[in-house]
């Protein structure tokens, strides 16, 4: 079953406007929430994560939302800049890591 | 720093042969998975270790046998090799009380 889910797989944004990715999940144990960046060829890399304990984490151009009541994840990108071209993972923790399919977000000069 | 390391990057193997992935870190952390990426999947956990000499199944651990002999290796083995198994591998590695997971780069199986 596919506890974490992104139902969007992919996302094209104008470079300067706001990239917004979004992430669903069924567990409510999950106790801390991740989102990861890839690049072709390359291993997941951590971005950004959130306490199931707060509703928003800011980090630079990155911002993470949770809303636990509707067991939604937002991750919102502003000003989106072509470097941020990739595949974008949500996951969440429990007593292991569950990810989500993945979104593939396209920055378009 | 060299993070974590994968050998080897990409392999192809016929069906009902065996062959082991190796995964090593340097940053001396505990916890050690090893997770396959699907199209339309993402990232499923098939096995990991919370530390030297222990082992876990995760969400897909049929077909595959893990070892942690040493903290810094964790290996993942195919016993006998499927088309199913097909897949690209990553393992990763964290820290006690960090939920941050550090990646290696990948490797790509394809089995025929």
């Known amino acids: 079953d596919q506890q974490v889910k992104q139902n969007s797989p992919s996302l094209s944004v104008q470079e300067g406007r706001i990239s917004i990715l979004n992430c669903d999940y069924t567990n409510s144990m999950f106790d801390y929430f991740l989102w990861y960046k890839k690049y072709p060829a390359e291993g997941p890399t951590f971005l950004i994560s959130i306490s199931s304990i707060k509703d928003k984490n800011e980090d630079g151009r990155f911002t993470v939302f949770l809303n636990k009541s509707a067991k939604h994840l937002s991750l919102h990108i502003v000003p989106s800049q072509p470097g941020d071209s990739a595949v974008y993972f949500c996951?969440?923790?429990?007593?292991?890591?569950?990810f989500g399919a993945g979104t593939r977000l396209t920055v378009k000069p | 720093n060299a993070g974590v390391t994968q050998t080897p990057k990409f392999r192809v193997l016929k069906t009902g042969q065996s062959m082991t992935l190796l995964c090593a870190q340097d940053?001396?952390?505990?916890?050690m998975y090893w997770y396959r990426q699907d199209p339309g999947m993402g990232l499923r956990l098939i096995h990991y270790s919370v530390g030297e000499g222990t082992t876990a199944k995760g969400e897909v651990p049929d077909g595959y046998n893990v070892s942690r002999l040493k903290k810094q290796n964790f290996l993942l083995g195919l016993e006998s090799a499927a088309p199913s198994q097909t897949s690209v591998y990553f393992c990763?590695?964290?820290?006690?009380?960090?939920?941050?997971?550090?990646f290696g780069p990948g490797t790509r199986l394809t089995v025929t």
């Open positions: 940053m001396n952390h505990e916890y």
């Open positions: 990763a590695s964290r820290k006690t009380g960090m939920y941050e997971q550090y």
């Open positions: 996951a969440a923790h429990n007593n292991d890591m569950r």
